[in-house]
């Protein structure tokens, strides 16, 4: 089945520094999705995307739509101990169905 | 609070046994999948419902068939697990025509097959 390459596919960070990560896909989407999921729990929903070139920002969090409709950025800054985690992309074609990046695992160190 | 609930955390099963697992959801969708996720391979899907009675098949259906007599609850039953089914399984549900907002997913269950 169809899935995302996402990376990188795994970072070690320090406290404060700034994250980026990203998504791309042979197909076109017409949103994208990114999603966290902590440790021993499900993905929770981050941002959502809907508009080719739209940035949006929740926090210090920041996700951009790549223009080609084809890729979509991640970038985290100032990161803190709680950012430690999974971060999904997903994609969204005009069915009910999301296609999922193979996750980055973020660690922070104090 | 909206819920997609998995009913267990935690399961130790043996090789050879019929296994359940169960998700239920109080947001009244349609849709509701079942993910299995390993690491280094993301989010996989095995089946989803787009309705009562309803079902298709994602792209790892072996060794796995679903269950979906209730719109709230879809049941992902592993005919004779396998140590190769140890996994995180993770449930989710959305409303038809694809939330703008993606899936609500449930807690996961991880399953070890010993």
């Known amino acids: 089945g169809q899935q995302l390459n996402q990376s990188p596919q795994s970072m070690f960070i320090q406290e404060g520094e700034d994250v980026s990560m990203n998504c791309t896909s042979s197909?076109?989407?017409?949103?994208w999705l990114w999603y966290k999921q902590d440790p021993g729990e499900g993905p929770v929903l981050l941002i959502a995307l809907y508009k080719a070139g739209e940035l949006t920002s929740n926090g210090r969090l920041t996700a951009q739509f790549g223009i080609t409709r084809k890729d979509s950025f991640l970038n985290i800054s100032a990161s803190i101990p709680s950012d430690v985690g999974i971060y999904f992309c997903a994609g969204q074609l005009s069915t009910d169905k999301l296609i999922f990046g193979t996750g980055t695992r973020l660690q922070v160190f104090p | 609070d909206v819920k997609v609930t998995q009913s267990s955390r935690y399961l130790v099963k043996r090789t050879g046994e019929k296994v359940f697992l169960e998700c239920v959801q109080d947001m009244d969708h349609e849709n509701m999948f079942w993910y299995r996720q390993d690491p280094g391979l993301g989010l996989r899907l095995i089946y989803f419902s787009y309705d009562v009675k309803m079902k298709e098949k994602g792209d790892i259906p072996e060794g796995y068939s679903v269950s979906r007599e209730k719109k709230e609850r879809f049941s992902l039953i592993l005919e004779s697990a396998s140590t190769n089914q140890t996994s995180m399984y993770l449930c989710a549900s959305s409303i038809v025509g694809g939330s703008p907002y993606g899936y609500t997913f449930g807690s996961g269950t991880r399953l070890t097959v010993v």
């Open positions: 197909s076109i989407f017409n949103t």
